[in-house]
């Protein structure tokens, strides 16, 4: 599991620190602050190899990359990386890495990485394995070298009856958006006279088999961790038992924009259902499931005030104060409805509404404050709550209401006692 990750000068700020819990570890910020930048990293760090392009500081910056986490045999391994221009490299120790477990990496462009340490660890037995498995988004459905891909693994376990299909079945189901829509494979069909191949379908909610490259972008991207989570499992498994080991003992999971094309009913099942899914893959075999996830939802965030354990899981939030980014650990506290998540550190709205609404309301609450607020400027306020759209059920209506009756005069006389 990754423990601990520090940065000084390399990436959109001058330091950053995590200290990662053992389970689940949630990202949040806005749009270019890092999120992506430190899946990147622990990938690397991980793997001493790069998903995407090589990371490079700003010039002339003397950039370090400080990192722990533990390995196949007891404790933990601990190292600090510094960047070398002229090689254009990160250091690394030049003796043989220990073992992180099993490294997984979902892109959000539907790329996918797999570091296997039964596949890709140098030993002098082979020397040339490759350093890690770097799937295309096209890769993934057509294969490469590696792997045959989703269309023709998919089609072959299922006209075979092979076990992995059994697998894939029960993670589809799982990933579902919900128990009225499962995500269930339909009969392989062929698709035009010329093609030859028989395709996977989905059995659609509505009576039809669908072939999965006709599937929604959602039910892509599900479909597609569902298959790699599979395959990556299933050939880790099968090449630990060539080598005659145990399976790893340890799995990381790295994902980016975890909720990427889903409905919202969809982003409130999609992280429980991934750590159900890598404890039902892993389980026989007793190893633990480290998830580290990016998101700009807060749906997703809601979705978990059943789940979260301040023990076992984290919440990173990343920002922007005055030009500088700033990564903090938050506690994570439950709020509720979602709009609470809208305007909670996660996201840094003012108000859960439209921005005209948002606007409409900031200024009606100053008023509110305001001992001196005239008539004419309530009623102006009032009417630029009704102009920006607020509708009759919001909440905010029974707060203004209340302010501008007792204002204009308008609360109801108070009943007069009887005498005795």
Not at 101 to 121: C, E, H, K, M, T
Not at 326 to 350: I, K, P, Q, T
């Amino acid at each position: 599991m990754l423990e601990h990750l520090y940065l000084e000068n390399v990436g959109p700020a001058r330091a950053m620190t995590m200290a990662l819990a053992p389970r689940l570890n949630l990202i949040t910020g806005d749009n270019g602050l890092g999120k992506s930048f430190l899946l990147d990293v622990a990938w690397w760090v991980l793997t001493r190899t790069w998903a995407r392009d090589l990371v490079v500081p700003a010039p002339g910056a003397k950039a370090t990359i400080r990192y722990e986490y533990t390995k196949k045999t007891r404790g933990s391994y601990a190292y600090e990386s510094k960047y070398e221009p002229a090689k254009a490299r990160w250091t690394v120790k030049p003796s043989r890495p220990p073992i992180p477990g099993l490294i997984l990496y979902a892109q959000v462009d539907g790329g996918f990485s797999v570091w296997d340490p039964a596949r890709n660890y140098w030993t002098e037995d082979a020397p040339d394995r490759p350093n890690g498995f770097l799937f295309a988004p096209s890769e993934v459905w057509r294969g490469n070298e590696h792997c045959n891909g989703l269309l023709e693994d998919w089609a072959l376990w299922q006209a075979g009856r092979d076990p992995a299909f059994e697998l894939l079945t029960q993670v589809l189901a799982v990933l579902s958006p919900s128990p009225a829509e499962p995500l269930a494979p339909g009969k392989l069909r062929k698709l035009t006279v010329k093609d030859p191949k028989r395709y996977p379908t989905l059995a659609m909610p509505y009576g039809e088999d669908v072939a999965v490259i006709h599937a929604s972008a959602g039910m892509r991207r599900v479909i597609a961790l569902a298959y790699l989570l599979t395959w990556a499992w299933q050939e880790h498994v099968e090449a630990a038992k060539l080598r005659a080991e145990r399976p790893t003992r340890e799995v990381v999971f790295l994902v980016d924009e975890v909720e990427c094309h889903l409905h919202p009913q969809w982003q409130r099942r999609v992280v429980p259902a991934l750590l159900r899914v890598m404890d039902a893959l892993t389980g026989e075999h007793g190893s633990s499931v480290q998830l580290v996830a990016a998101t700009h939802s807060p749906l997703v965030l809601a979705s978990l005030e059943p789940h979260f354990d301040a023990d076992r899981d984290a919440w990173f939030d990343l920002d922007l104060e005055a030009r500088t980014v700033v990564l903090r650990r938050r506690d994570y506290v439950r709020r509720g409805e979602v709009g609470n998540w809208l305007a909670s550190e996660a996201f840094d709205l003012a108000e859960p509404r439209s921005l005209e609404g948002e606007e409409a309301v900031l200024r009606a609450l100053a008023l509110m404050r305001r001992a001196d607020a005239s008539d004419e400027e309530i009623r102006r306020a009032d009417a630029a709550l009704r102009e920006a759209g607020l509708p009759d059920i919001d909440t905010f209506w029974v707060r203004w209401g209340y302010f501008r009756d007792r204002r204009e005069g308008a609360s109801p006389p108070r009943p007069k006692r009887r005498k005795a």
